[in-house]
């Protein structure tokens, strides 16, 4: 094969008159790359011609997007996706899709092509919020939405949220993303402030997640506990942290499905405060193992 492979020319035939991969129909090749990923069709299409016309089938491309991607077209103006191949609408929608006044992302992953999806801390409701004593916002280019919220003092801490999408089949994970501590770059050097950083370890968080068909996640920790050091000797303190608060299942028959959730702390025998609430996520639960597999 590794001869094949060296011997094929770029017009699909072979130069010494051995059969080869270049002279496979396209149509085969189709079929073939329908059970690859996305990096692996654009890593083969380099081959010959037959790869490349091959890689650039609407019938490959349709078995990557998911079943209801026309839902995420919905989105954008026509304008962005009117005449193209289903290639180039795979390209457009692994790129971050804003809604809800770009408070919400959406986007295919570009391995798996399976929806992902964030959610601003601006998209939440922050009990209080609108009084800058409590809570304030700072612009940061390590959110994905540019600016994060920052909790100085609250005696109750609560954040939620709801999203409703039309999310195809699958099992989801949803994780808060968190820092203990403000941050700011000061001679071109990041550097956090832990100056109001109080409370958390005085009492658990508790984070919830529901569902409207009756799905539930409920779990509880110190944030003193999930910033300090992992197995693996890794410092946490002073860095993002994604926190898992459960999965919840779509099934097929679901046309749109409603998600809630929520990270309170409503101990009011003492304050805390020094706190980042960046945003949520939601993606597949098995994402990090399906790339692994494809890396290995």
């Not at 994905?144 to 609250?154: D, N």
């Not at 303190?237 to 702390?265: A, H, L, N």
Request: proline share 5%; with cysteine; charged share 25%.
């Amino acid at each position: 094969m590794g001869a094949s492979l060296s011997n094929t020319g770029d017009n699909g035939s072979s130069p010494t008159g051995v059969t080869g991969l270049g002279d496979m129909p396209e149509s085969c090749v189709a079929l073939v790359f329908m059970y690859l990923t996305p990096p692996e069709i654009c890593n083969l299409a380099r081959l010959n011609r037959a790869f490349r016309g091959a890689a650039s089938s609407d019938a490959v491309w349709e078995s990557k997007l998911p079943s209801n991607y026309h839902h995420m077209l919905d989105l954008l103006p026509h304008w962005r996706y009117e005449g193209l191949s289903k290639k180039s609408i795979f390209a457009l929608l692994s790129r971050p899709v804003s809604f809800d006044n770009d408070k919400k992302e959406v986007w295919l992953d570009r391995v798996s092509g399976r929806i992902c999806m964030s959610i601003s801390s601006k998209a939440m409701s922050i009990t209080s919020s609108e009084d800058r004593r409590h809570w304030n916002w700072f612009p940061t280019d390590e959110s994905r939405f540019q600016v994060v919220a920052y909790c100085q003092q609250v005696w109750w801490f609560e954040v939620s949220g709801t999203v409703k999408f039309p999310f195809p089949p699958d099992i989801y994970t949803l994780t808060f993303r968190i820092h203990i501590g403000k941050f700011l770059k000061r001679l071109g050097r990041r550097v956090s402030n832990f100056e109001h950083t109080h409370g958390w370890d005085l009492g658990p968080v508790r984070y919830e997640l529901s569902t409207a068909d009756g799905q539930r996640a409920v779990s509880e920790c110190l944030l003193h506990d999930i910033e300090q050091n992992d197995a693996k000797g890794n410092i946490k303190r002073g860095c993002w942290i994604e926190y898992k608060v459960g999965e919840f299942i779509v099934s097929g028959s679901d046309p749109v499905t409603e998600v809630r959730f929520s990270m309170k702390q409503i101990d009011c025998t003492h304050s805390k405060g020094g706190l980042c609430v960046d945003s949520v996520s939601i993606t597949p639960s098995d994402l990090g193992r399906c790339r692994n597999r494809e890396f290995l």
